[in-house]
């Protein structure tokens, strides 16, 4: 177990909808990180966020957007839901975010757009 | 903008021998980092091995160890005295120097079956 959680683990949901996917970091971890993993495009970094803060950005569709919570919890928002956005989406944490410390990966959301 | 590329879809290997997965990227970078991450069945993501491009020798964990040829921007996987518990996807990823340490480019992954 990584410490990470990611809730929830599965979600189906139709085209044009709206869904939350929720990411709790390791204990004592500022930074969180989105990816996406598909069959198309593969691993994919999205977003980072330290501390509260966007830190960093990668391919991350504008239907898309990220926070961070005071308690460090952060959510990742997929509005206009496509077909092509079915996929499995990662949140990964760590202490830090430039030195070189180990990023805790969770156990992903399993997103189906029908 | 780096790519990282896995040429074996599949491997397979019998259980106590060795297999080695294949990994290239391309960069015009001198500082950068490189990782092998393993995606089991339960589809998290555990860290496997990581080299750092301004070290020479080549790191070593346990039954992993890379072959890292910076010239030829190759990054190979070793893993010897195969297990069951091995099977699983292997991702190769890089980092660039100095950005967010979860800022990572991944190759497309490659699928080990262990054969008992």
């Known amino acids: 177990d990584s410490g990470v959680t990611q809730t929830p683990k599965h979600l189906i949901t139709a085209t044009g909808q709206r869904v939350t996917l929720r990411c709790s970091p390791r204990?004592?971890?500022?930074?969180v990180y989105w990816y996406q993993q598909s069959l198309d495009q593969g691993l994919q970094f999205l977003i980072q966020?330290?501390?509260?803060?966007?830190?960093a950005k990668g391919n991350i569709l504008e239907r898309f957007s990220a926070q961070q919570f005071p308690d460090l919890h952060s959510e990742l928002n997929l509005s206009s839901l496509e077909l092509g956005d079915s996929a499995l989406y990662f949140c990964a944490s760590s202490v830090g975010s430039i030195y070189n410390e180990k990023l805790f990966f969770g156990s992903g959301t399993q997103l189906s757009v029908l | 903008a780096q790519t990282v590329t896995q040429s074996q879809p599949e491997m397979s290997v019998q259980e106590a021998e060795t297999v080695t997965l294949s990994c290239t990227y391309d960069t015009s970078e001198s500082d950068y980092y490189l990782f092998w991450y393993k995606q089991p069945p339960s589809r998290q993501m555990i860290l496997v091995i990581r080299?750092?491009?301004?070290?020479?020798q080549n790191a070593t964990e346990n039954r992993f160890s890379v072959n890292f040829q910076k010239a030829a921007k190759s990054f190979s996987l070793k893993i010897s005295d195969s297990q069951l518990g091995d099977a699983a996807m292997y991702f190769c990823?890089?980092?660039?120097?100095?950005?967010?340490?979860?800022?990572?480019?991944f190759g497309q992954g490659t699928i080990l079956t262990v054969h008992p």
């Open positions: 080299q750092e491009a301004y070290k020479q």
């Open positions: 204990s004592g971890d500022l930074s």
């Open positions: 966020y330290y501390n509260g803060e966007e830190r």
């Open positions: 990823a890089y980092r660039s120097d100095g950005t967010s340490y979860g800022k990572l480019t």
